[in-house]
């Protein structure tokens, strides 16, 4: 484990969101872990959630199509999802930097949530 006052340790939200882009959507596991990753780097520091705000569409658009690949996300990955898009929205700058790029990215995460076959 990095110390939390690092670089390395700064640059963690970037490099996940790097990833997240990266993986194949067929792989629900790393997604997921993806998501936990990144939902608990956030929940360290208002800091990480406008790095993940200033992630930019294609971070944010590869979260959203991990929850609208062919096979429905589990329900743990789309509680992590809720979770993450929560924590971010919890600090009013995340928000404000989420809205100034584009704005689009709470209502996708609403819809792609809406849209998910209910599993029982």
């Known amino acids: ?3 939390e006052d690092t670089p390395e340790f700064k640059s963690a939200v970037v490099i996940l969101c790097s990833n997240v ?3 194949d959507i067929c792989d629900a ?3 997921s872990s993806c998501l936990d990753a990144l939902n608990t780097l956030c929940q360290l520091s208002d800091e990480n ?3 993940f705000a200033n992630a930019g569409n294609d ?3 590869a979260v959203i199509r991990g929850l609208t690949r062919g096979d429905p996300p589990s329900l743990e990955t789309q509680e992590l999802a809720c979770q993450l898009f929560w924590c971010i929205t919890s600090d009013r700058a995340a928000v404000s930097l989420l809205s100034s790029n584009g704005g689009l990215l709470s209502r996708k995460i609403i819809d792609a949530l ?3 076959p209910r599993v029982k």
């Open 1 to 3: 484990l990095l110390p």
């Open 114 to 116: 809406k849209n998910v």
């Open 21 to 23: 882009q990266g993986i």
């Open 59 to 61: 971070c944010h658009n």
């Open 49 to 51: 959630k406008r790095e």
């Open 29 to 31: 596991k790393a997604y």
